[in-house]
């Protein structure tokens, strides 16, 4: 009896903390890996929410007069932080790579912005801002998190006209 009262006070708490661990180890995952793939972008579009609600931006990376790289991200209305790659002018895509689950915006701020360098606040580069709330089940529970790695390699500083490496917004995940 002992045993079991003690038990069904410690397994929840268990369970718990195990939620919080991986919502970090989640949101530490995205951060890294968005830092290193912006702050090397060459240009970044606008990002977009579509109608189910998912939001995605793209950005390209790469030397002028050599192969570029385009990168797309989404965090999907489940929660998901996907992205995939692409070689233009190819159409060959390759598949989503989840990198965290339990994701959602914080309140009705979007979860992708860029800040423009003619801006009130003036910047010398193209900022993309990421704020999130990782946790555990819906992504309405959590820390908020937030990067704002500038785009070093961004000429001219701000929205390319037509959109770069532009894809149709992603299908919605299986």
Known sequence: AVFSAIATR??????RQQARASSVDG????????????????AINTPVT????TQWVEWRTGSV?????????????TGLAQYR????????????????????PRGTDPIFSVVDPTAPVEQSRQKLTIRFLAGAGDGK?????????????????????PPI??????????
């Open 85 to 104: 790659t692409w070689l233009p002018p190819s159409a060959a895509v390759k598949p989503w790579s989840t990198v965290a689950s339990q994701m959602g």
């Open 50 to 53: 579509t109608a189910d609600g």
């Open 10 to 15: 410690v397994l929840p708490t268990t369970g």
């Open 141 to 161: 529970a959590g820390a908020p998190t937030r990067l704002s790695p500038p785009a070093l390699n961004t000429h001219p500083p701000h929205a390319p006209t």
């Open 65 to 77: 007069g050599k192969q570029q790289t385009c990168f797309q991200w989404r965090v999907t209305p």
């Open 27 to 42: 949101s530490r995952n995205v951060l890294q890996v968005l830092d290193r793939q912006v702050r090397y972008a060459n």
């Open 165 to 174: 490496c532009h894809h149709a917004p992603p299908p919605r995940p299986p």
